[in-house]
Each structure stands twice: as C-alpha cells, then as structure tokens.
C-alpha cells in the first residue's frame, strides 16, 4: 500500500452551461432529450449489486405529458428492505477500510463523469421526469451535484486532519468512525442534486446506505446511481429501494442496526418518521443521527427604500423558478403600500412574458408541477383566492391537468398576514403578497418573523443601510438562509452552506463539513510511550 499524506484537488464550483441557441451542449441534449423520450426504462430493485424485479411496478410520467411513460419501477417490498440491510452490513467492513482517499476518489471520479460524458443523461431525465427547464436542470443536477461531491471530499479532508494536542510522553488521536450500522436516506423529488448527495454523504465517511427514491423522481435517481457504480463504488455500499413510502421506512426502521436517518421531505412526514425513531429507540444498537431539511413558507421583506426593479425581478425568479417547487422558494412577501402599486404593475407586466409548457421546448421558463396530488392543492388554494372575501388574485390564477399539471404563476394581493396562503405551504407557483401599511413596518415585520411555523429562507430589500443591519438582527432566527437584496433561491455548495431550523430541518447545512460531521462518531485513542510503573504520587511523600 502507498503511504503518504494526500490531499484532495482543491475544488472550484462548476460552470454553469448556457445552452445557447446554435451551441454544440444544446444540439446535445436535445438530441438526448429525444432518445429518452423515445424508451421505457424498466428499473429495479438493487440489493448488494444485484437488480430485483419484484413485478409489483408504477410509472414514472411526464408531469407536463402525464400520458407519456418514462419508466416502469419495481417495488421494494419488506423482503427487500431486510435483503438490502444485511447486503449493506456485509459491505461496510470492506468499505469502512478503504483509506479515504479510495472513498474520496469514488466521488471525485463521478464529478468528473458528471461533468462529461454523464452530463446530457442526468440532466435529460431530470427535465423530463421532474419537468425542469434546461437551466434548472444544469444548476441542479449537474452543477450543485458535482459540487457536492468535490466539495465534500475537501470537508471530509479537514474533518479527518482535525487532530488534538498531545502533552509529553504520550501521543493523543481522534479517528473519525463511520457510524455503527447503516444511514437510511429518503430523497425529495425537486433537486437531483439532494437525492444523490443525501446516499453518498454518509458513504464518503464509510458508512452504507439505503437509498429510498421518491417516485417522481426514480428515473434521474436511477442513473445517477449507475453514474457512482461506473465510478468505481462497490456493491452494497448505496442500494436502491424505490416504491411505498410506509411501507419501506416503517421496516427500515425497526431495524436495530439504524444509526442515521438523512431526509429532505416534508415536514409532516419527518415528522412522523422522527416519532417512530423515538418509539423504536429501545431497540436501536446507538442513539440514531437525525438530519432532515423539510417545508419552507419563505418570505421576501420589503422596506419603503427597496428598489422596485430588484425585489420585482427577485419575486419573478425567486417564486416562479421550477414551478416555486422549491423548498427555498419565495412564497410570501410583505410589500410596504407606498411600493405595491407599482410591484403589482410591474410582476404583471413580467409575468406576462413567462412562457408555460414542456421544457424541451427552451422558449419555456416553467413546466408543469409535479403530479396530481399537487395540481389539486394549487387549484384549491387558487380557488379559494377567488372567492375570499380577504384576498384576490391579482395576476394568473389559471390551471389546467387535461395534458400535464400546468399551473400558471398566481399571485395573490392578501389584506391579513395571516391569510391562508400566506401561512401555509404550497409547494407552487403561487406568491402570496401582503402589502402593508407604511407606519405598521413594526407589525408587518413581527409577522414576517414569527407568523410561519417554518424557518428556512428568507430575503430583504431596502436600500437604507441602516434598514438592512436592523433587519438583519430583527429576522436572524426566521431564516437559516439569509439573503440581502437578493431572492432567497439558489444557495451554492461552498458559498451558502443551506439549511434551517423550526419546522424548515434540523440545519446541518448540507454542501458543508457541518452535515458530514454527523455521519461520523468519534474514537479518542491516547497512547502512553513509558508508562509509570508505581502508583504512588508525589504529594503522598
């Protein structure tokens, strides 16, 4: 074996692809594009590297062409789930003994696969099935995936080199351990990027995982699990287990070998998953880590010296971008009265021009939402708008589910703070606006920082600095992502470490050594080179 003290490439976030109307990456994934659409995938279950095909099957559709199949899935089932967790112990021991820079290579090789030949493939399938525009497909599965991976092995770098002092005669160590059992991560839909990094986390710190996918989403999940095993990552390290949630969670966990759960989901259902974990916990070999980044009912804040223009452009992007299907999407803002004429002009004015249909269409700047179960939420918060007697719908408020779940941007004009809309998540492209009175910024921002359960991002406008630093501290607990005149979307891996606290997750921003470090459970070794042979202490002469 070869000795020495490596470092990992110092990584630099990836470039972000244009796609640009004549250029050689947009004729590519177009070309892409077109093959996917033309097969059925069939995907199984994969245990310890081997596929399963249970039979038991759903399909993955186009959200924005419901009657188009993408992909049929075979459902793990109990059997499964216990074939995966032995087939999960079994490999630990080997993979927990690889030197790190054998796990860190594992990574940094898909990087590299991602930002080649694998780039077209992932990205396509995630248009596809999670009906992204192009551009929301590059920044998401793409260029935040291989940021997690390159950034994640220089944090796990530092994590391992963080050394304590040792007094003379003896030599004092930490070894940083993968965690006594197996990490169960359950993915969300939206972000590709998320569902691969939730698996492959744990598994640089050496420990195996259980890859529970969310249906919507199995096929862009699929191939970017085929993307780490050509990359070299051995059998049994990460196994797929798509198919009923209950049904996979609840037999995962009662296992008594669980030692983490890493989620991304809604808050109802971390929830529920929490509470089993603690029903079960007499059961369990170790205290189970819990990590979950969940809801969000994220605001935009605006104060009488914001400029138009900015919070106008940052309220467009920030709650229409992928449909606000976004868990850092802005869905409340709170507009002082002075500026909401001209805020409602202008948002109309530009919302006009956003186009709505499939996104291999590049005119296109929202697809559709992500199933029907969604589409009814929307169109029941729409239709309540319409007939409050509180609140009106002020721009869009149209839907239709003939083809694909299409769900125009909406935006709501709300007289309280506490109507509906304003309270709740929607998980859409609908932007709940609460345009208050000039002389009651005090109330309005009382209600901006403890009128939500959820705590994840939120943003500013103003233009007065000392409006911005009073902001600043008044909202430091309302929001684990802050941004100043800037929308609350788009936080980058080694830039904005993302997560938040109250309903929004337990905040180990992931895409920072903050979220690896609850992977590992550290060992103090302390070595004595001459150690006393009496016992006798000197005071006792």
Known sequence: MTHGEFRVPVPVNEPVRAYAPGSKERASIEAELDRQASEVVEIPVLVGGEEVRTGDTFDVVMPHDHGHVLAKVHKAGPTEVARAIEAAQTAKYAWQALPFEARAGVLLKSAELLAGPWRDRINASTMLCQSKTVHQAEIDAACELIDFWRFNCQYAEAIHAEQPISSPGCWNRVEHRPLDGFVFAITPFNFTSIAANL????????????????ETATLSNWYTLQLMREAGLPDGVINFLPGDGPTI???VLADPRLSGLHFTGSTPTFRHLWRQIGENLANYKAYPRIVGETGGKDFVFAHASADVESLVVALLRGAFEYQGQKCSAASRAYVPKSLWPTVKARLAEETAKLRMGDPRDFRNFLGAVIDARAFAKHKDAIDAARSAKDARIVIGGEYDDSRGYFVSPTVIEADSPDYDTMLRELFGPILTVHPYADDSFEVALEHCCNGSEFALTGAIFARDRAIVS??????????????VNDKPTGAVVGQQPFGGTRASGTNDKAGSRLNLERWVSQRTIKETFDPPKDWRYPFLG
């Open 470 to 483: 009073g902001l600043t501290e008044r909202l430091r607990y309302a929001a684990g992502n802050f941004y």
């Open 199 to 214: 698996p492959s986390a744990p598994a640089l710190m050496g420990n195996t995982t259980l890859w529970k996918p969310s």
């Open 249 to 251: 969670g609840g037999a």
